[in-house]
């Protein structure tokens, strides 16, 4: 198991930027896929991106796809969320997770670390 804890969130105005941390600890030798998912107030939780162990290979929902970049530094075991033009129907709660396996499975179910999760709120 790793374990995972996220950064970096807070309130901005729409169309502001705020860039996400998740730092790794414990079995960070494990090549993992790493994700991050966000939930909003009464909602389900949904996938937001993923990126594979090599940083090469990254996915994206389709709402965040052109705003949101996520990338990750192996040599500090930590992966990153950039996050441009925020809109409000942005603000959720939002969690890192790791997993084995390809980062375009998406299934949270296949994620077997999570985070406790940032919040971001954006203001309209």
């Known amino acids: 198991q790793v374990q995972l804890v996220e950064s970096g969130g807070g309130l901005v105005q729409a169309g502001g930027s705020l860039r996400l941390s998740c730092a790794a600890s414990g079995r960070t030798s494990s090549r993992y896929t790493m994700g991050w998912f966000r939930q909003a107030p009464g909602k389900e939780r949904k996938f937001v991106a993923t990126?594979?162990?090599?940083?090469?290979?990254?996915y994206y929902a389709d709402s965040v796809k052109g705003r949101f970049t996520i990338s990750r530094d192996n040599s500090k075991n930590t992966v990153y969320l950039q996050m441009n033009r925020l809109k409000p129907e942005d603000t959720a709660e939002y969690y890192c997770?790791?997993?084995?396996?390809?980062?375009?499975?998406?299934?949270?179910?296949?994620?077997?670390?999570w985070g406790q999760g940032t919040q971001v709120t954006v203001s309209s």
């Open positions: 990126i594979n162990w090599s940083g090469a290979g990254t």
């Open positions: 997770a790791a997993r084995y396996g390809s980062y375009l499975d998406i299934r949270e179910t296949d994620f077997g670390s």
